[in-house]
């Protein structure tokens, strides 16, 4: 099956600097790569995807870039604001159709 | 907007006992729903994945016996854990999706179970 890692379980950045989160997987059958963040005391929320079609793709202070090569994919925040501190999951979804969860980045966004 | 609204938040049980948590999806058609568990650690561990009009797959060490859930329309899901135990403590959530496994997840707040 799939196996993700997140190799950074922390990140410490300061307000307006930029961020760069990154998630590895193991299925070159892997096809659609959404980031998720889960915020203290709360719940998931999706953030950003990308499919296997594009190696880019950017909403507002997000982008998101994929190496398939690498079997890499990657979460960029710009001009971080300290309300962007959270842990953020990848999720890539392997070629068995299911979305396994990577352990988390812990970023800190320090005003 | 689409919603997922999941309950009870948090619940209490005696060791042996069962405990049941739904997930209602409003402003879309949750065709594919995945429960999930994360531990303190903070790690999601995949219990099974329900597509509507499809099996309901588990995953290893997740059984239909001790997990069993239920996805009867596009729009409720319920999982129950029977005969908790300490080991199954945890955050458990359900992330509903539109089409299949390969769009994004909506999530619930999440069901916070705690085993005396």
């Known amino acids: 099956g799939e196996k993700v890692e997140q190799h950074e379980s922390t990140l410490s950045v300061r307000e307006g600097d930029s961020a760069v989160i990154n998630c590895t997987y193991t299925d070159t059958a892997s096809s659609y790569f959404p980031w998720y963040k889960q915020e203290a005391g709360k719940s998931l929320h999706f953030v950003i995807d990308?499919?296997?079609?594009?190696d880019r793709k950017q909403s507002q202070r997000l982008i998101v870039l994929l190496d398939k090569k690498a079997k890499r994919f990657s979460l960029h925040i710009t001009a971080t604001q300290p309300e962007d501190s959270a842990i953020y999951f990848c999720?890539?979804?392997?070629?068995?159709?299911?979305?396994?969860f990577g352990k988390g980045t812990s970023l800190v966004v320090h005003p | 907007g689409a919603l997922v609204y999941q309950y009870p938040r948090r619940t209490i049980c005696k060791s042996g006992t069962s405990m049941r948590m739904e997930c209602q999806a409003v402003g879309f058609q949750a065709t594919s729903v995945a429960w999930y568990r994360q531990s303190p650690q903070k790690t999601f561990e995949l219990i099974a994945l329900?597509?509507?009009?499809?099996?309901?797959?588990?995953e290893q060490n997740f059984t239909q016996e001790k997990f069993p859930i239920s996805h009867p329309n596009l729009s409720f899901s319920s999982m129950t854990v029977l005969n908790a135990y300490l080991e199954d403590r945890g955050l458990y959530l359900c992330g509903a999706s539109r089409g299949g496994p390969n769009e994004r997840l909506f999530f619930g707040h999440g069901t916070k179970l705690s085993v005396l």
């Open positions: 990308i499919r296997s079609n594009v």
């Open positions: 329900s597509t509507v009009n499809s099996a309901i797959k588990y």
């Open positions: 999720a890539p979804l392997g070629g068995n159709y299911k979305p396994t």
